[in-house]
Each structure stands twice: as C-alpha cells, then as structure tokens.
C-alpha cells in the first residue's frame, strides 16, 4: 500500500472517533488527498464521493460514483462504486436504477463483496414495492454465508426471489 492510500485510510479510520473529522473536514480532507492524483485516476471521484455520501451529500456523491465506474477502478474499488452508487440512487429515489444497477452486477457473477451486494439488491428491491423477491434475496444471501440449513435457506431465497415459494 503506498503512502497515498494509508493516509487516505487514516482518514476514514478517524471518522465516527473523539476527535474525529467534523463532515466539513472530511469532505475537504479527502479533497485536499485526491487534488495530489492525475485527473485521469479513478481514486480520486470514488474518495470524493464516499466523503459525499457518507456526510449527507448524496447528491453530489452520484455523479462522482459515474465518473470512477467510466475512468476505472481496480476491482475491489470497483465493487464498492458499484453497491455505493444503488445506496445512492435509493437514497434521492431512483430506486429502480438501483436495482437495476445491483442486478447487473450480481449477474457479472463475481464473489467479492457478494453478500454486500445481495443485502443492498433485497433493499433495493423492498424500495421497489417488491418485498417478497427482497427476503428471497436476503435469505439467498444467509443461505450462502452459513453451513446448517444453507442448501435450504439457499433453495427457499431462490424460489421467493422468482416468485415461486
């Protein structure tokens, strides 16, 4: 990790702690760390937006999610953008480009950050009016992520999601 990246962590890691950044000086911390980047690094509208959005700002984290998915991200940022950018649509109601967004990604069929994204789709699809697709979502998802009863708890999401159960 270079120097970059761990003061951006450092910064994230002092949000929520006594003595921590007020939103104001998150939102000009993160600024101040990815001014330092090329315009052409994806980084730096993926930080900008996350100190958006995690200060009230959705709005305005939008169209800075869009920008880093169009420059690039390494995967894992990119999984991030992705389920970060549907919080946000949810959150100004445009909940079905939200879900729309979160299934495509699931289709991608990639399993970083699987159960994330799922627990973002179900919450999606419940904004939706589709609550009972949602639970077979979110109980597909438990189903993946425990040993007892995961065959079931998997069969039983995949029928509910498609209407079945």
């Not at 702690?17 to 993926?46: H, K, N």
């Not at 984290?61 to 970060?84: H, N, S």
Request: proline share 3%; charged share 30%; no cysteine.
């Amino acid at each position: 990790m270079d120097d970059w990246e761990q003061r951006v962590d450092a910064v994230w890691a002092s949000v929520g702690t006594e003595g921590g950044p007020t939103d104001d000086e998150l939102v000009s911390a993160i600024d101040a760390l990815t001014a330092e980047l090329d315009a052409s690094d994806a980084r730096g509208p993926f930080e900008r937006g996350g100190a958006r959005d995690s200060t009230g700002r959705t709005d305005l984290a939008v169209p800075l999610y869009r920008e880093a998915l169009e420059l690039g991200l390494d995967p894992d940022r990119r999984r991030q953008a992705v389920i970060q950018l549907a919080s946000s649509l949810r959150v100004i109601d445009e909940v079905d480009a939200a879900v729309d967004l979160l299934r495509t990604e699931l289709d991608r069929g990639e399993e970083h950050l699987e159960p994330q994204l799922r627990a973002f789709y179900a919450l999606a699809l419940a904004d939706a009016g589709r609550e009972r697709e949602a639970v077979g979502v979110a109980v597909g998802a438990v189903g993946h992520l425990v040993t007892r009863y995961g065959r079931s708890l998997r069969a039983y999401g995949e029928e509910m999601s498609r209407g079945e159960a």
